[in-house]
């Protein structure tokens, strides 16, 4: 499976040279927060910014070297369905803080 191939539905299923590359890459997005909280040599507010700025690459890197997703026509629909995944998501948690918050004021 040296080669990339498009199954009938046109979306892209990767080789193992890709699979690999995303499995190197999400190890070394994993290490460099556990380096950064380890070593304790950032303030405070740096290593928060050094974990949630490797999380997201991270969580881009998956959605591109494991999902698949990408600027393609043959993604468009998966990456259309995932920002609909998102907004709805969004709105749960959104509306659940609001609700939690709400409660709260009222209670006190």
Do not use: C, E
């Not at 080789?15 to 950032?42: C, D, E, H």
């Amino acid at each position: 499976m040296s080669q990339a191939f498009i199954d009938s539905t046109g979306a892209s299923k990767g080789n193992l040279k890709s699979y690999l590359t995303g499995f190197v890459l999400s190890l070394i997005l994993t290490a460099i927060p556990f380096a950064l909280v380890m070593s304790g040599t950032l303030s405070h507010s740096a290593t928060l910014a050094g974990i949630f700025s490797a999380g997201i690459v991270q969580i881009l890197a998956h959605l591109h070297y494991f999902l698949h997703l990408d600027t393609s026509s043959a993604a468009r629909w998966n990456v259309l369905a995932l920002m609909f995944t998102l907004v709805i998501m969004a709105l749960f948690v959104g509306g659940t803080i609001w609700i939690m918050y709400n409660l709260y004021y009222r209670m006190m």
